[in-house]
């Protein structure tokens, strides 16, 4: 790696890697051509002994990186019937879903957030994308941190999950997909949610919202080293892990919102998104085993 990316670049051991769960080998990585962070929750066990069934519940990062032998075996082997995409309308206009090459799948738009409104829109061009961090160069992690809230309480948010489990519901076979940008934090709400909902233990929910880091190096690496080739970034001090990886205050920042204005995440989800004890049985009856 240059010497004029070394200070964007990640420092070992700031990165927070999660410890693995017992039964949920990789963290059900897929690996993938031209996607690092593919994950099948499938083989997640829950509090009372059972386990999420496999090739139900995909989370990942953008489709655009898809290669044709990515998309099909996600279509194939994954048997993909319905995607979920969690990003702003910016997003999916710079880079739109492969919808063409994906015949059959049911593709649902359902913004968590605007992008563009909390002032970072990545993947803009090199040059772009560089001028946005620098000027966010001092405080991307408290940005990003101020994020999670509004993602579960503002309307938007609550919108795009509420349509989430409405789909899971009526989904009686074959997998769901979600995915916004990096699979991080868009993705990662939608996991925790989908995974309280199903009676995995907080602290395994924790590990798989971290689990994140394991993948997302490579991307990471990849941005810095553009930058430094580009040579725009030679007198930045970038915080460019905020960006890419997942960190637990950011988890803490979303569900301590919830908690103050609901009392806990099970009123949250049912009066937000529409699922309560009826419904969490309903989805455990699906998707467990």
């Known amino acids: 790696m240059s010497e004029s990316n070394a200070d964007i670049t990640i420092k070992p051991g700031q990165i927070e890697k999660p410890a693995p769960i017992a039964g949920f080998e990789n963290f059900g990585h897929i690996p993938l051509e031209g996607m690092a962070n593919v994950r099948d929750l499938g083989g997640m066990p829950t509090t009372d002994g059972r386990a999420i069934k496999m090739g139900r519940l995909l989370r990942s990062d953008a489709l655009h990186h898809a290669t044709e032998a990515d998309l099909g075996w996600l279509m194939g082997t994954c048997n993909v019937q319905r995607v979920f995409d969690f990003r702003s309308v910016e997003e999916r206009q710079m880079h739109p879903d492969p919808q063409g090459q994906m015949e059959g799948v049911v593709f649902y738009e359902t913004p968590v957030f605007n992008v563009a409104s909390v002032g970072l829109m990545p993947h803009q061009g090199i040059e772009k994308d560089a001028t946005a961090l620098h000027h966010l160069a001092k405080g991307l992690h408290p940005m990003i941190l101020s994020v999670y809230p509004k993602c579960l309480l503002e309307p938007e948010g609550i919108a795009a999950y509420h349509a989430l489990f409405e789909a899971l519901l009526g989904a009686e076979d074959g997998a769901t997909l979600w995915h916004c ?109």
């Open 181 to 289: 940008t990096e699979g991080k934090d868009r993705t990662g709400l939608g996991a925790v949610l989908v995974e309280h909902a199903l009676g995995v233990s907080d602290e395994d929910i924790r590990k798989d919202y971290l689990a994140t880091n394991l993948f997302a190096q490579t991307a990471a690496e990849r941005i810095a080293d553009a930058f430094g080739r580009h040579h725009v970034a030679e007198k930045m001090d970038i915080d460019l892990d905020a960006v890419f990886y997942a960190f637990e205050d950011y988890l803490d920042a979303a569900l301590d919102a919830v908690n103050e204005k609901y009392g806990n995440l099970d009123w949250y989800m049912e009066e937000q998104l529409g699922i309560g004890p009826a419904e969490r049985k309903q989805l455990q009856e699906m998707y467990l085993v």
